[in-house]
């Protein structure tokens, strides 16, 4: 099973540029080809939403799409996201998924329907909701801003961490994170 | 952002829950029975899901971070955590704004992680002897409680004073029967180490203790004892 997604990470604050990758996502096996394309932003003013999900330890992007804010008021917005939910690989990951994580990007409106998807999970052992960036991005006013996250620290206690993945995309973005950055406490 | 889970959350196979930095969770109801460790924390919303009493959760994180955001409701909050008394074994309730906890704390059967940083405490709470681990930074102790003394179990204590007053807290006795604990094996006075930790402030970020003379000199007394003693204890101020 072979399924192409196209991947729109979010720019970097300094250069803004674009960066997509192409993932062929074997379910079975993993990512088995990818490439990364830089190309010069059109837009400052692009959103983007970007799915993240945990097959096998691992993280992987599965999805994402770009927005220009100008251009599309929110309730197209919302049903490009609505679209990405009601795609299939929801079923396809159904009978193994165990970990699913979705890290939502943007302003939309993450509506009842949009999740009921997740009712069908029925291995999920594993959950995680983030959000966030939105509202980092309207206090501080800048994408540059990384993700804080809770990971787990040698004290037992969790610390609050940059998120890599929002500072540095091209060059993390396909590499599984390490079981001390993925483990959350 | 706004998320709305479905009003009924079944996954009979979910072990761990983790919702962060949504500005406005919809209310809803877990309905996971497997379900052993919550991660939540909402911006803007005062509540937590209904039906977690129902499950067997061990790890409740519910605390906000120091710089802001809307704590739980106090009152369900500590319904919600009285009500998990028997498995819970790691909670975190930082951030909430607290100035005393609950006589019951004392009592929970299993509770050995506690973060409860980023309070208003200036007397030690009533809190299980067994206790392996505690994080008191950011509260409004003036001293170490000499209470602590008696948690034989602890292998971590994490102390420092509140954010915006880094003299708050002082060393007004000597450390030894604190460092003499059998299982320590960190005791800090230091505050979040910005390296570590997300800091939007970063440029303005204290990160430094002001230490009395007094305090600088039980500090000195128990490094030495802790060289002298081969301990394994690791000290920081």
């Given at each position: 099973?072979?399924?192409?997604?196209?991947?729109?990470?979010?720019?970097?604050?300094?250069?803004?540029?674009?960066?997509?990758?192409?993932?062929?996502?074997?379910?079975?096996?993993?990512?088995?080809?990818?490439?990364?394309?830089?190309?010069?932003?059109?837009?400052?003013?692009?959103?983007?939403?970007?799915?993240?999900?945990?097959?096998?330890?691992?993280?992987?992007?599965?999805?994402?799409?770009?927005?220009?804010?100008?251009?599309?008021?929110?309730?197209?917005?919302?049903?490009?996201?609505?679209?990405?939910?009601?795609?299939?690989?929801?079923?396809?990951?159904?009978?193994?998924?165990?970990?699913?994580?979705?890290?939502?990007?943007?302003?939309?409106?993450?509506?009842?329907?949009?999740?009921?998807?997740?009712?069908?999970?029925?291995?999920?052992?594993?959950?995680?909701?983030?959000?966030?960036?939105?509202?980092?991005?309207?206090?501080?006013?800048?994408?540059?801003?990384?993700?804080?996250?809770?990971?787990?620290?040698?004290?037992?206690?969790?610390?609050?961490?940059?998120?890599?993945?929002?500072?540095?995309?091209?060059?993390?973005?396909?590499?599984?994170?390490?079981?001390?950055?993925?483990?959350?406490l | 952002m706004y998320?709305?889970?479905?009003?009924q959350l079944s996954?009979?196979?979910?072990?761990?829950?983790?919702?962060?930095?949504?500005?406005?969770?919809?209310?809803?109801?877990?309905?996971?029975?497997?379900?052993?460790?919550?991660?939540?924390?909402?911006?803007m919303s005062d509540?937590?899901?209904?039906?977690?009493?129902?499950?067997?959760?061990?790890?409740?994180?519910?605390?906000?971070?120091?710089?802001?955001?809307?704590?739980?409701?106090?009152?369900?909050?500590?319904?919600?955590?009285?009500?998990?008394?028997?498995?819970?074994?790691?909670?975190?309730?930082?951030?909430?704004?607290?100035?005393?906890?609950?006589?019951?704390?004392?009592?929970?059967?299993?509770?050995?992680?506690?973060?409860?940083?980023?309070?208003?405490?200036?007397?030690?709470?009533?809190?299980?002897?067994?206790?392996?681990?505690?994080?008191?930074?950011?509260?409004?102790?003036?001293?170490?409680?000499?209470?602590?003394?008696?948690?034989?179990?602890?292998?971590?204590?994490?102390?420092?004073?509140?954010?915006?007053?880094?003299?708050?807290?002082?060393?007004?006795?000597?450390?030894?029967?604190?460092?003499?604990?059998?299982?320590?094996?960190?005791?800090?006075?230091?505050?979040?180490?910005?390296?570590?930790?997300?800091?939007?402030?970063?440029?303005?970020?204290?990160?430094?203790?002001?230490?009395?003379?007094?305090?600088?000199?039980?500090?000195?007394?128990?490094?030495?004892?802790?060289?002298?003693?081969?301990?394994?204890?690791?000290?920081?101020?």
């Open positions: 099973m072979h399924h192409f997604f196209r991947v729109v990470l979010p720019q970097l604050a300094a250069a803004f540029e674009e960066h997509s990758i192409k993932l062929e996502i074997d379910l079975q096996k993993g990512v088995k080809r990818c490439s990364l394309d830089a190309t010069p932003s059109e837009c400052s003013k692009r959103k983007c939403v970007i799915f993240w999900y945990n097959l096998h330890n691992t993280w992987w992007v599965v999805g994402g799409q770009l927005f220009f804010s100008e251009e599309i008021d929110d309730e197209e917005h919302n049903e490009m996201v609505d679209n990405h939910f009601k795609s299939d690989y929801w079923e396809l990951l159904a009978p193994t998924l165990t970990s699913l994580t979705l890290e939502f990007q943007g302003s939309a409106k993450i509506s009842q329907e949009r999740l009921q998807p997740l009712l069908f999970l029925h291995n999920l052992q594993s959950l995680e909701l983030t959000g966030g960036n939105h509202f980092i991005a309207y206090t501080y006013g800048s994408w540059s801003v990384a993700r804080r996250r809770k990971c787990a620290s040698s004290t037992g206690f969790p610390l609050w961490r940059r998120d890599w993945r929002n500072v540095h995309p091209s060059a993390r973005a396909i590499e599984p994170a390490s079981p001390q950055e993925t483990k959350s | 998320i709305h889970l479905p009003a996954l009979p196979a979910l072990r761990r829950l983790s919702l962060y930095e949504f500005a406005n969770i919809a209310p809803f109801h877990v309905d996971c029975r497997a379900l052993q460790e919550l991660h939540y924390w909402d911006y509540h937590l899901p209904t039906g977690l009493t129902e499950c067997s959760i061990t790890v409740l994180d519910i605390g906000v971070p120091y710089w802001g955001a809307q704590a739980p409701s106090r009152a369900d909050s500590f319904a919600t955590i009285e009500g998990l008394r028997a498995s819970l074994e790691v909670l975190d309730i930082s951030g909430w704004g607290l100035e005393a906890l609950p006589q019951w704390f004392g009592s929970l059967p299993r509770l050995h992680t506690l973060r409860a940083a980023d309070n208003k405490l200036s007397l030690l709470p009533s809190l299980p002897a067994t206790l392996v681990a505690l994080d008191l930074r950011g509260n409004h102790f003036t001293e170490v409680p000499m209470q602590l003394e008696t948690f034989t179990h602890l292998t971590s204590l994490m102390m420092c004073s509140a954010y915006g007053n880094h003299s708050m807290l002082q060393i007004r006795h000597g450390l030894r029967p604190l460092i003499g604990l059998p299982n320590l094996r960190l005791l800090s006075f230091e505050p979040r180490a910005p390296d570590n930790e997300v800091l939007y402030v970063e440029d303005d970020f204290e990160a430094y203790e002001v230490w009395s003379a007094k305090s600088l000199y039980y500090l000195g007394q128990a490094e030495h004892q802790i060289i002298a003693s081969n301990s394994k204890l690791q000290l920081k101020f």
